[in-house]
């Protein structure tokens, strides 16, 4: 209890002490008006996205603007709306997840919804992946991969999407932000956004979905570049989940998630060449009630209620011409409420600390990053890197990082008819070496090769221990190792044209045998994702989606382990009101009965959608 009590302490001191920070880079708008040239950031070892999210017109939530990311394997059941697995390099899905200035947003309860964030993405950047070394650095990450994202400056945007597809959905988003005051000393803006949606029958005939949001922004923009935020955001969804989680596609479900977020943060200026801070300080509540309909008497419900807070203050020192010195402390602390889980509370710090110095065309970095746990051993997590400017558009870079994440609650206590956690799980560790190659020949063309190996102990996956196993059982895998490769080739016109292919391959082996894992021993061996844009006069744009993925052999999935599923939308703006767009589009292109989970028949069929976007 008393060790309870000193860390709770030490993190509400942390909260206190950051009054002083401050921040991270400015956002880029990528919803521009067809045609509109689009200025596109330098690209760097980071893993900034190829190309823009595509805009469908139903791109309000952050689950749609991560589908089109490079690298990144979003496994979705009820569409992208319901819910939404978020995986990177081999990981499962509790092994990434989202950031929001460099502030992690994990969910404790169960990583299933590592992906939700109930903010209309046009109040944010376009979402940034970072891996290894790089998601150290960048701020207070996840086990395998982070998407990351930062607040935009406001700016006099109002937006508004509606429309519809053949399988009676629909959806309704509005976004307004107007700058209120601009003084000498700065300029204040003020933001609100609505949005609700319905999915009809996707995968089985009764998991319809229904889901609100809501929210509002308050932001101060100093003279010097200092930006100061308050976002504060709602969701509610409503979605039925037949044969979700590995559950008997014989048993209907039903389940309802509420997630409430309040986010400040504070930052400065982030120039390459000056030091830079930022702050950020996140207090959330999500509930999330699950009920099954067996074939027993009564049904098998459980409701769970995770607060968790969280905080991050973090920056750059420039030492002289030649020194840097990034650092980190943050602080989290989880409180849940359950029925099915128990009650639990638990709290972590973090110190990063990584000097760095510049030595001709090298540049070296090396330091650790310290994770201080409440309920588990302590970690030291070594990190280094050294890269090399072989000339102005050539860069090659060596990296070496270590991470851990803690077990979910589920994972560690979750007993349903279909699944059963385990109490005596540890922390998950992995060691990973990057080795990255990028280049830009000319400004409108970016490309990047690396390599890279993962070693991740104490590896938790869901698994089937025998083929007449009852449930899917939390299983300490022990050590799983990833080898694999990554290419990328993005190009960028003046017209507004582009085109990014993304191919991650890999290899998995373990040293634990079992008939059948669900997640982490079930990711693609071959994934190549290729999305873009071609512009077809001032008026008239083709954006399509597509990707290719090679699972390997699992004995529980019934369909080819070979998925091919694409989008193909069309965009059109029209003459009279040229800030009005129409969009058509199809969705499921190939019509591709692929089972993105094993075992799992909930295949989203091919549907046709028409959209309409007005900005003013």
Known sequence: MRKRIVMRKAGLALLAGMALGTGNGQATETNQPLGEVVEQAQMTVKGQALVPPPRTGQDATAVSSIAALPGVDLR????????SDLTKRGSSFSGAGLSLNGLALPNAQTEHFNAELPLH???LSDPTVYTGFEQTLAGEGHLTGTVDFSIRPVTSDRRLTLGLDDKESYWLNMLARQQITSTPKGAAGIGAFAGYNETHALDYADNDLSASRAGGQLQWLSADG??????????????????YYGVNPLWGAQETTEDSLVFASFETPREADESRARISIMVREQTDDYTLFWTLPGVFNNRHKLDTYGT??????????????????NASEQRIRSAALGDHERAQMGLLAMPGIQHSQWFFQGGGLLAIYEEQINEFLPQ???TRQINERLTLKLAYSESARQPSFTELNYESPASLGNAGLGNQQAATTELRLEGRPQKSIYWMLGVFQQSARNTVDWIRETADAPRWVAWNIRTVDTTGVEGSVRWQANSGSRIGVHYTGLTQSKNTEFYASRYALDS???LLQCSGYWSLGSRLGLEFLQSLRQHPDNPLRQSSDTGYDGSLLLHLLTWQAPQIQLTLGIH???DDDFEILPGQTTVSPQRVSAGLTMDW
């Not at 991050?312 to 980190?328: A, P």
């Open 76 to 83: 979705s059941q009820g569409g992208t709306t319901a819910q």
């Open 524 to 526: 693609p061996e071959h």
């Open 384 to 386: 280094a890197a050294v």
């Open 312 to 329: 991050s203050l973090d920056g750059r020192w420039m030492l002289g011409q030649d020194g840097t010195f990034d650092w980190r402390l």
């Open 121 to 123: 993405t046009g109040m």
């Open 226 to 243: 200092n930006q100061w935020d308050l976002l504060i955001g709602r969701q509610e969804k409503e979605f039925g989940a037949r044969g």
């Open 588 to 590: 499921n292109l190939w």
